[in-house]
């Protein structure tokens, strides 16, 4: 199957700082990639959808200046957190499609958990 | 509007019992996709199903079992024969048609102790 990578894996970092989370598409080219966000013991959220090439569509009340996507290449996307807050510590999960005749196949990343400390 | 609905929070078990993960959807739409996931301590999603709303048919997968009932708009899991291993989070997962974004239910935990 398709394989979706992320980088980092988790990643610890201050109050105020941003930080950037890639996700990769290794054997496949995506044209769009969704990203979401799962608070502890909580369930998946959608955050935005990435397109190559085009700007995010973002969720409503997912702040669009806080959470910058950029999918400049059809076999990466990342999303910065800019000026974290403890409150964006999460575990964020990007997707990407693969198109099929009847259905675009999503496949998931590993995952990042973010800490802000 | 979708939205998913897995009522059971958390299951606990002993190996070998049967158990069944309910999951009650709604959509608009004629055309949909139901899918079931499992998240392992590790966070990372598998992929366990996917069924789209005109395959009634129930499917079996070793252990796997699903349940699809559009008439109650559920679509329920059971493994037969629960293993410690099973212990994870289990998401049921919607998608309309045209729309590839999925919408998770909360996720019902299951605990399988020996």
């Known amino acids: 199957g398709a394989v979706v990578s992320q980088h980092p894996s988790w990643v610890i970092c201050k109050s105020g700082t941003s930080v950037k989370i890639e996700c990769r598409s290794l054997?496949?080219?995506?044209?769009?990639m969704f990203w979401y966000r799962q608070f502890p013991k909580q369930s998946l959220m959608l955050m935005a959808t990435?397109?190559?090439?085009?700007?995010?569509?973002?969720e409503q009340g997912v702040e669009k200046d806080k959470f910058l996507i950029n999918h400049a290449s059809l076999t990466l996307s990342t999303l910065t957190v800019t000026s974290a807050h403890p409150e964006d510590s999460s575990f964020y999960i990007c997707?990407?499609?693969?198109?099929?005749?009847?259905?675009?196949?999503?496949?998931f990343g590993p995952g990042t958990r973010l800490t802000v400390l | 509007a979708q939205k998913v609905t897995q009522a059971q929070t958390e299951i606990s078990v002993v190996e070998k019992e049967d158990v069944t993960l309910d999951c009650v959807y709604e959509?608009?739409?004629?055309?949909?996709?139901l899918f079931w996931y499992k998240q392992p301590p590790s966070g990372e999603l598998v992929f366990l199903i996917r069924?789209?709303?005109?395959?009634?048919q129930n499917e079996i997968s070793g252990r796997y079992s699903w349940n699809f009932q559009k008439s109650t708009s559920s679509f329920n899991f059971t493994i037969t024969a629960s293993q410690v291993v099973d212990s994870a989070v289990y998401f049921c997962?919607?998608?309309?048609?045209?729309?590839?974004?999925?919408?998770f239910g909360t996720g019902t935990r299951l605990l399988v102790s020996p």
């Open positions: 069924r789209n709303s005109f395959d009634e």
């Open positions: 959509t608009r739409d004629t055309t949909y996709y």
């Open positions: 997962a919607l998608s309309e048609r045209g729309f590839q974004k999925l919408v």
């Open positions: 997707s990407a499609i693969v198109g099929t005749l009847d259905y675009n196949e999503q496949f």
């Open positions: 990435s397109n190559e090439g085009s700007k995010a569509t973002y």
């Open positions: 054997d496949f080219q995506a044209t769009t």
